[in-house]
């Protein structure tokens, strides 16, 4: 009962049906990150399809999850067009709200963030006030330092600017980031 | 004659070579370049990694703009900003619901029918055609044309010619009277994302994508996206410490390489703005 809840699910979220998977193991195989992954592609299709909560659980607190690139190596080459991508999307989500997220994965949300609130603020992304807001939130993953050496070389290149980019209709625009949709039936 | 045209961030710092060089060949062609009004960040990769309905309501809000300056094509030079719009109309397409909701949201009209054009499809339509006219001096290198990942895929929506094993920038290349080499890693990605949160993956999959190319004798990689260039180019210090050798292959937009072959100086191209040194002299 479980098993089937945990693919209604996942098929309600995102309309992708991951029982028709037959675990031939291509998008494993083409993944450019599989090595680094804890859990491959091809196992959490598998997981997916006869997981219970633990499983899904595990699932939501693995590395995998935020290691997609979202290259659509995998969706591409599926020979039943499951689009995983979609899924990692809905699992990052999941995982994120749920208070999931692997230890090694903070400094990729921490960019994730600190780049959707750069582009709150301003409607357009400014790379000096994304490094500025990422900076700050990794502190703790020490990554100050890093890319010190870069900032340099984008600005004698006409590459880093001091004064974000900003558009006109900001009231309009932050209407975007307020009350979300709810989450739609099928 | 008047096009659409999508800059996106990238194309305003990090990569403004790419704009510039877009824009300069597309004046001397005689094609007017309309920014469309103000237009906003796309979400990329963070929106949908994070917040399924800004990955939507971003673009969304581009294309209704679009549409309401009148533009029936719209050119998107950044990859992943192409790849988003795309996704966009398709999902909106796909889902009426969605689409109301959306524009309601947006308190904009959207039809959704807007014809949305990558760089590689814009040249095909727009240059290919007049190459023997516009061409003063044919870029005569040996080159590597790399596609990556958001030119060509998902292959179920984004229409390429051949996804695994795309030719349409290897003929506009041999057009310019290039020689593309025959090479493993067109698609293969870069890294595209990571290249602050985990640059140390990005110096190896970039690495992977460099050595080959350089292995098969390209003298240049060709690119057509922001996250390519960038990844391939500024993070060259991470791509040689991965490979434990200097590698100096430069990283060149397809349209600097157009622009140098219409005669342009390197300095117009915008070839200066690149870490890994470029130059090719083009004597007219």
């Known amino acids: 009962m479980e098993t089937k809840n945990i693919l209604i699910e996942v098929k309600r979220q995102t309309g992708v049906n991951i029982r028709e998977c037959y675990q031939c193991g291509k998008c494993t195989a083409g993944c450019p990150v599989a090595e680094e992954m804890d859990l491959r592609p091809s196992v959490i299709m598998r997981m997916i399809q006869s997981g219970t909560n633990e499983e899904m659980d595990q699932i939501l607190r693995s590395y995998t999850i935020w290691l997609c690139l979202t290259c659509e190596t995998c969706y591409s080459r599926c020979p039943m067009d499951i689009d995983i991508p979609k899924v990692m999307d809905y699992l990052r989500q999941r995982s994120l709200v749920e208070g999931k997220v692997h230890p090694e994965a903070r400094k990729i949300v921490a960019f994730h963030k600190s780049f959707l609130n750069t582009v709150k603020r301003n409607g357009r992304l400014s790379e000096l006030f994304l490094t500025i807001d990422y900076k700050m939130r990794s502190l703790r993953s020490g990554t100050l330092f890093q890319d010190m050496t870069v900032a340099p070389g984008m600005i004698s290149r006409g590459k880093l600017h001091l004064i974000p980019e900003q558009i006109k209709d900001k009231k309009g625009f932050s209407r975007l980031f307020k009350n979300q949709l709810k989450k739609r039936k099928p | 004659m008047k096009i659409g045209f999508y800059p996106g961030c990238s194309l305003t710092g990090s990569s403004r070579e790419y704009k510039e060089s877009i824009l300069a060949i597309s004046e001397k062609a005689g094609i007017e370049l309309v920014e469309i009004s103000d237009w906003n ?56 619901k969605l689409k109301s909701q959306i524009a309601e ?65 290897d003929v506009i290349m041999q057009k310019l ?55 391939l180019d500024m993070r060259r210090p991470a791509i040689n410490s991965y490979l434990k050798t ?31 040194p470029v130059s090719f002299s083009v004597n007219c």
């Open chain 2, 41 to 96: 960040c796309c979400g990329a990769t963070a929106a949908h990694n994070l917040n399924k309905e800004l990955s939507v309501s971003l673009p969304a809000r581009n294309l209704a703009l679009a549409e309401s300056d009148g533009i029936e094509e719209l050119v998107v030079p950044c990859a992943a900003c192409y790849n988003r719009l795309v996704m966009t109309q398709h999902e909106l397409n796909e889902d009426e």
């Open chain 2, 105 to 169: 949201k947006l308190q904009m009209p959207l039809k959704n029918k807007l014809k949305i054009l990558n760089v590689l499809q814009y040249l095909e339509e727009y240059f290919v055609p007049r190459l023997d006219e516009l061409i003063k001096k044919p870029f005569e290198e040996e080159v590597a044309c790399y596609y990556g990942c958001l030119l060509v895929r998902p292959n179920q929506v984004i229409k390429a010619d051949r996804w695994e094993d795309p030719m349409s920038m």
């Open chain 2, 177 to 231: 009277g290039a020689k593309p080499i025959d090479w493993a890693f067109k698609t293969e990605c870069c890294g595209a994302g990571f290249s602050m949160s985990k640059t140390e993956i990005v110096g190896e999959l970039s690495g992977k994508i460099v050595r080959n190319a350089v292995n098969q004798g390209a003298k240049a990689i060709v690119v057509a996206c922001p996250m390519c260039h960038s990844n």
């Open chain 2, 246 to 276: 200097k590698i100096e292959v430069p990283v060149m937009y397809i349209t600097q390489a157009i622009a140098l072959a219409m005669g342009m100086s390197e300095k117009e191209a915008g070839l200066q703005r690149h870490f890994v």
